[in-house]
């Protein structure tokens, strides 16, 4: 549709569509159009009939060496008045006229095997039959279906190469040149699609297999390894590279796309085997390579039916509803067919933008958008009296380290702390099946309130499982997730686009991240295996440094450092170099999903709710130090970064917090 009109058939033919920048294969012009397809059919009908009258009658030319046999000559006659009608019978049904030349192809050449195969038997049942002193010369059977394969399939191909050298023969040495990461089956079909772009020119490819160096694939050389890129590149100087590896393990996509970043080169990839194969999406559809297909995470594989057994029918409830992981969860949550789907969120325009989501994308699902406050408790127990969930995600935090570090604590404490325990007890009382708390990697060992309070919201949940009340809590730990709210990559997209520079706070900073539906499949899964009290670790793969995103980040936006530099800002408030999944005093326990761990860590006082309560029914102001001195007591491995001298008190001490001032002292 162009300017609210239907572009005409013919013209969206010829259009040539791009995605990403990367310009597709146009359709060619329909220089065919005045042909009927009628007109068509008849056209390659005559051409099989001819074909079979060729090759009878050249069987008998070579059987007596070129010269005409004149006393052969009524037999011809009577072979072609069998032979003929027969061809032409087995040439309808094995489905010749289907196809269209242009693209003929394996399939082609089967149905032309099948028809000369009947023909074939016709011939040996005329030469059986056949009565007369002059019998019909046995080579014969052997000469006629290879004369007949040879102009059937023969001429199908010479149109096919004619037809493309009409259409495509002057892109030829037109284009970028491209190398192509990948000679296997993505590569051939990849090389086969960019032959006809006017875009494009395949200078060679670089493969793993050692059987294929020094080879060609359909004319274009395979040069060697792919850590040959780099010099490939140089040679060939083509500045653009396609990954063309849909099968392969994603270490080895990345492994190539680093190596092409790193050469500078415009890097993109092709959509997975099993969705071009199966017509999902087109080859061409190119993407250039994001930061994602850097990092090297793998697919996630969940076992559905445990899920599904956990979530069908079953009314599941989730706060924080509009945030990064909160969505995706919902969106996650959806798949399963659960009865009811309430969406607790505090900012309206999320709450909004997440049912108008459902509205759209899925309609059969029965949503319930309410706006709420965790912190809110009249409001909770209004929700969970009316609906009554089975399930609960408590995905509602503040999270943003240096932002709750100085002045906010105070309000930290109350959303991650009060608010979890109070939906949590909410959960207990109306007597959910699962509660199920999102951490963060920074609950361990944490050095900022924010991670602090993470940690003591995690003991609160440990503290309402041991009361044994029928509700059982899960705890599920993880890293950075790709493109969150307040997260690096967004925030490195927009430096770039500004051009620059790129802050970075140190050069040895260190993160784990995963990508958001990674997350919240995997809390899914983690929900679903849970005996009640477990605090699940994801497997976050590799650690990467922050100064290595953001020169990747650069590169895949088509900029050097030199011309988008990158600045270093010292740690933030709270902020540590390194994020640890596990902390010291906790070991982990396999589980059957091999991204998830249990940690096991240590048990929560007996009286821990009782005094949690009292320390938060505490009226503010408070204080930050007030608040980084309490959480010293409450959370013993609590170490804040970058905070003055204070009271320190061992775990397992007997001291104890003081309400009005929310220090600890001895009794």
Not at 580 to 586: T, V
Request: glycine share 8%.
């Amino acid at each position: 549709m162009r300017g609210g009109q239907w572009v005409p058939v013919r013209e969206r033919r010829q259009a040539c569509a791009t995605i990403s920048g990367l310009a597709l294969i146009p359709f060619p012009p329909n220089r065919s159009a005045s042909l009927k397809p009628p007109y068509r059919s008849a056209l390659v009908f005559l051409f099989d009939l001819v074909a079979a009258v060729a090759a009878w009658v050249g069987a008998y030319l070579l059987r007596f060496n070129f010269e005409w046999p004149e006393e052969y000559a009524e037999q011809i006659g009577l072979g072609l008045i069998v032979l003929l009608p027969a061809h032409a019978v087995v040439c309808r049904w094995a489905g010749l006229y289907r196809g269209m030349w242009v693209f003929a192809s394996l399939p082609d050449l089967k149905r032309v095997l099948r028809a000369i195969g009947m023909s074939s038997l016709v011939l040996l049942a005329l030469v059986a039959l056949y009565r007369s002193p002059l019998v019909i010369p046995r080579s014969l059977v052997v000469l006629y279906p290879l004369l007949l394969a040879a102009v059937m399939a023969g001429g199908r191909v010479i149109y096919r190469m004619w037809k493309e050298h009409r259409l495509y023969g002057g892109l030829i040495a037109q284009g970028k040149p491209v190398v192509i990461v990948g000679a296997g089956r993505g590569g051939a079909m990849l090389v086969r699609e960019l032959e006809r772009s006017p875009d494009w020119r395949v200078v060679g490819l670089v493969d793993d297999d050692a059987s294929k160096w020094g080879r060609e694939l359909l004319g274009c050389p395979v040069f060697g390894p792919v850590d040959s890129l780099g010099s490939v590149l140089s040679a060939e100087k083509a500045r653009h590279v396609i990954l063309a590896m849909p099968s392969a393990a994603t270490a080895a996509r990345k492994r190539a796309a680093d190596i092409a970043v790193r050469e500078g080169a415009h890097v993109f990839t092709v959509p997975g085997l099993e969705d071009i194969m199966s017509g999902r999406v087109a080859l061409s559809s190119i993407r250039p390579v994001e930061i994602e297909d850097l990092l090297g995470r793998d697919a996630v594989n969940i076992d559905t039916p445990h899920v599904e057994a956990m979530l069908a029918g079953k009314i599941a409830l989730v706060t924080g509803a509009g945030g990064s992981i909160g969505s995706e969860l919902c969106r996650q949550l959806a798949r399963f067919s659960p009865a009811r789907l309430v969406l607790v969120e505090q900012t309206e325009f999320a709450l909004y933008s997440l049912e108008q989501w459902f509205v759209v994308n899925r309609p059969d699902v029965e949503i319930v958008p309410l706006a709420g406050d965790v912190k809110d408790t009249e409001r909770l127990a209004e929700i969970f009296a009316a609906h009554r969930p089975q399930v609960v995600f408590h995905a509602a935090a503040y999270k943003h380290v240096p932002l709750m570090e100085i002045g906010n604590a105070w309000q930290a404490v109350r959303n991650n702390v009060l608010g979890t325990l109070q939906v949590a007890e909410c959960a207990q009382r109306f007597e959910a099946e699962r509660f199920v708390l999102i951490s963060t990697d920074k609950a361990v060992n944490p050095t900022n309130v924010m991670g602090a309070t993470k940690r003591l919201a995690e003991m609160a949940c440990q503290a309402l499982q041991a009361t044994g009340r029928g509700t059982q809590f899960e705890i599920v730990r993880f890293g950075n997730v790709l493109g969150s709210t307040g997260s690096v990559i967004p925030k490195f997209q927009e430096q770039i686009a500004r051009g620059g520079p790129v802050t970075v706070t140190h050069p040895e900073i260190t993160r784990y991240f995963m990508s958001i539906p990674e997350a919240a499949q995997l809390v899914l899964q983690a929900a679903a295996m849970g005996a009640g009290g477990e605090i699940f670790v994801l497997d976050m793969g590799e650690p990467v440094k922050i100064v290595d995103l953001a020169r990747n980040m650069i590169r895949l936006s088509g900029f050097t450092e030199d011309e988008i530099r990158i600045e270093f800002s010292g740690l933030r408030p709270g902020e540590k170099l390194y994020e640890e999944l596990l902390a010291d005093a906790e070991h982990t326990l396999e589980t059957p999903h091999p991204k998830l761990r249990i940690a096991r860590s240590r048990p929560v006082d007996g009286d821990f709710l009782a005094r949690l309560h009292a320390w938060l029914e505490r009226r503010g102001p408070v204080s930050d130090d007030e608040v980084r001195a309490s959480l010293l007591g409450w959370v013993p491995e609590y170490s804040p970064s970058g905070a003055r001298p204070m009271l320190r008190v061992v775990a397992g001490s007997d001291a104890a917090p003081d309400v009005a001032t929310g220090t600890f002292s001895r009794p």
